[in-house]
């Protein structure tokens, strides 16, 4: 026994050594990254990403057991602080009924698609507050025309896009949804920009009935200030800057 008594003291004292190089080699590593929308074409067609300090994907963080990372974040995002809105309604929800909660929900979601991408509308109209009562809407989109594919009444289901006219469907700005049906659309978002996509009649405007489509932001330059106004108000606001 006497004998294991030097190997047993130098296993510990590679133990303890290794243990103290752990120990000295842990770091606190700071990283700096600004998130921001940027395009990405790995496949030739050029797409919206989120990178990281100008890369996508981001940067690896490389640490050692024990080391401390910290990361200071700059959202740099055109929809910093704007919750992403769902691409559908619930599916349970009953078109022909009054809402089961009729509280008004105030959302600043804002739909953000790929530029030149095609997209398709499906307006969804519903009883409105008092049973029995469905209104006419009609819809208009800002910055772009749109193709009416068709249209149809109660709930729309998938079964419907058999229905879509594809060979000479209509080109407009502004369709109406009729009580209780359905009214689909499609546009190619080629036009850079934020737009609104709103009811017509003002005061259902004023409500909420409204969303804002954004496509193609990082191509828009500085807006001059006489493009935010016209008339009197638009001069004053050019005469300023």
Known sequence: MA?????LALLCGILLCFLVQV???????HHKWAVEYMFWSPDCVEHVVMGINGQF??????ATAGDTIVVELTNKLYTEGVAIPPEKYDESYDVMKPAVNQNATYGNGVYVFDLNSTVD?????ANALTNGTSEIHPWHLHGHDFWVLGNGEGKFTEADVKKFNLKNPPLKNTAVIFPFGWTALRFVADNPGVWAFHCHIEPHLHMGMGVVFAEGVQKVGRIPSSALACGMTGRRVANKN
Do not use: E, H, Y
């Open 23 to 29: 120990s000295l080699a842990a770091k606190v590593r």
């Open 3 to 7: 004998s294991l008594k030097p190997a």
């Open 121 to 125: 509308v499906i307006l969804q109209n």
């Open 57 to 62: 994907p981001g940067p690896t963080i490389r």
